[in-house]
């Protein structure tokens, strides 16, 4: 396995239900991402862990809570979702966080949520 | 805040045209640049970058950006698209003395017909 892989690539779930996102990267980087495409909206940053400690929480409602038990792993947990929350949720990693050029990110394939 | 603007959400153009997509930034110190393409169900790839010097840089696929600092501006330009073009392409930014958090645009559509 190469770069950034995502588990599940579609998944639809009902509005009382809890799942997880799956991240894994293999490309040795210190900083991992979640970001949320919606159709015809900008990229939203979600969340940023840095050496498994996140830095930062982008006004996210409690509803997804992230996990990063390592830097090579990154989770979004998901419950009691509404019907605008489906999207597509991209992973990313990074070499670190810096505003330097090791912060160019790689994207895993995404999620596709569908909640009903 | 840093923004983005894209100034066309859909692009449809001929093969061999010539494609130019506008991107804008708000931000008034030091900026890396990026442009990523995500083509139909293929994840999103980084198309090309720019972190310092020659304000003209080239990516893959024939693809290249000029910076142009009093403008505020990263525009992408391809001289002869394929079919092959077909994709979402999204310019993004990120302050060099913050983090590193990137801000992206909306995205521009490009649909290549043969």
């Known amino acids: 396995e190469t770069g950034v892989t995502q588990t599940p690539r579609h998944l639809v779930m009902g509005m009382t239900n809890k799942k997880s996102l799956k991240c894994e990267q293999h490309?040795?980087?210190?900083?991992m991402y979640w970001y949320k495409q919606s159709a015809k909206k900008p990229l939203e940053l979600m969340f940023v862990?840095?050496?498994?400690?996140?830095?930062e929480n982008n006004s996210v409602p409690s509803r997804f809570s992230p996990e990063c038990p390592n830097s090579s792993h990154l989770f979004l947990h998901l419950h009691t979702l509404q019907p605008e929350d489906s999207a597509l949720y991209l992973c990313?990693?990074?070499?670190?966080?810096?505003?330097?050029?090791?912060?160019?990110?790689?994207f895993g394939p995404g999620t596709r949520l569908t909640v009903l | 805040a840093q923004s983005v603007s894209q100034h066309n959400h859909h692009v449809i153009l001929s093969e061999a045209a010539s494609l130019e997509l506008g991107c804008n930034y708000s931000?008034?110190?030091?900026?890396?640049l990026f442009w990523y393409v995500q083509y139909p169900g293929q994840h999103l790839q980084l198309l090309l970058k720019y972190f310092s010097g020659d304000p003209l840089v080239k990516g893959i696929k024939g693809f290249e950006a000029e910076f142009i600092k009093s403008k505020f501006s990263f525009n992408l330009r391809k001289p002869s698209v394929q079919w092959s073009d077909t994709a979402e392409y999204f310019c993004?930014?990120?302050?060099?003395?913050?983090?590193?958090?990137?801000?992206f645009g909306a995205g521009t559509q490009v649909v290549v017909t043969p």
């Open positions: 993004a930014v990120n302050a060099r003395d913050s983090w590193g958090k990137l801000q």
């Open positions: 990313a990693s990074s070499q670190d966080v810096s505003g330097g050029s090791y912060n160019e990110q790689f």
């Open positions: 490309l040795g980087h210190n900083a």
């Open positions: 931000y008034g110190g030091t900026v890396n």
């Open positions: 862990y840095s050496l498994e400690e996140r830095v």
